[in-house]
């Protein structure tokens, strides 16, 4: 793919991402605010709702891409010496995969074992 | 054309900074705010699912002074880059691209933002000092 389609692609998927965030992160500031789980059990029963569990996910896989897609934005906009700029990339990749395959981790564990 | 030879006038504290460009250069550091926090938030999700323990861990660990105040700045910085990212969608459905609305929304998600993070930091800083 050449390079303008796939800064094309980045520019939709920066929005159809920011959509879903933006509406799914009402709910959650809607579930911390009004119905916060008091205990444990009630906690992981509501992550273990496999719409709750499959939406998480969905906004997690979100959150990555958007942040991966506006990070890359600032780090070529700002960090000119290719290498650092390519370290930075690299840092930041690393760190997003982490941390995205850390929470499908605990998401999966959460419906699996009792 | 030589472009290496025009002047480039970047002096930040030179040029004219309207509040858009103010509001769009907070969008841009609120949302690199929120990237850090990311790790932070997917450990703290991992051990909150772990056992009991580690949801008591999760508990006590976000009600220290220190970790509210960093989850202020975090209100903020959603709050901010929510709004100000609403109003670029709509700009990017041709809602709001005339200077003075442009102008006008710029400042409402600027000060909403700001206001409405002061607000939930005297309702916490209430629900601290009546605990304490």
Excluded at chain 2, 77 to 103: C, E, P, T
């Amino acid at each position: 793919m050449s390079r303008r389609a796939s800064g094309f692609r980045a520019w939709v998927f920066q929005r159809i991402t920011a959509v879903y965030l933006g509406l799914y992160f009402l709910f959650l500031a809607w579930y911390v605010l009004f119905s916060a789980p008091t205990s444990y059990v009630e906690w992981r029963e509501w992550v273990a709702n496999p719409v709750i569990n499959l939406s998480l996910l969905f906004f997690a896989f979100s959150l990555l891409l958007h942040a991966w897609v506006g990070t890359r934005d600032i780090i070529i906009d700002y960090i000119k010496p290719l290498m650092i700029r390519v370290t930075m990339l690299v840092f930041l990749a690393i760190g997003l995969m982490g941390s995205g395959l850390w929470t499908a981790k605990y998401l999966f564990l959460t419906i699996t074992s009792v | 054309m030589n472009t290496k030879s025009r002047p480039v006038h970047l002096n930040l504290f030179v040029i004219r900074m309207p509040i858009m460009a103010i509001m769009s250069i907070l969008h841009r550091a609120s949302g690199a705010l929120l990237v850090l926090a990311i790790p932070y938030f997917a450990y703290i999700l991992g051990i909150s699912l772990e056992d009991q323990a580690g949801f008591a861990l999760a508990q006590a660990h976000l009600s220290g002074w220190f970790v509210k105040l960093v989850l202020l700045t975090l209100v903020w910085s959603v709050l901010h880059h929510l709004l100000s990212g609403i109003r670029f969608l709509l700009i990017d459905f041709d809602i709001g691209v005339d200077k003075i609305s442009a102008k006008y929304t710029a400042w409402v998600v600027t000060l909403l933002a700001a206001g409405v993070s002061l607000i939930i930091a005297v309702i916490a800083m209430d629900l601290l000092g009546g605990a304490s």
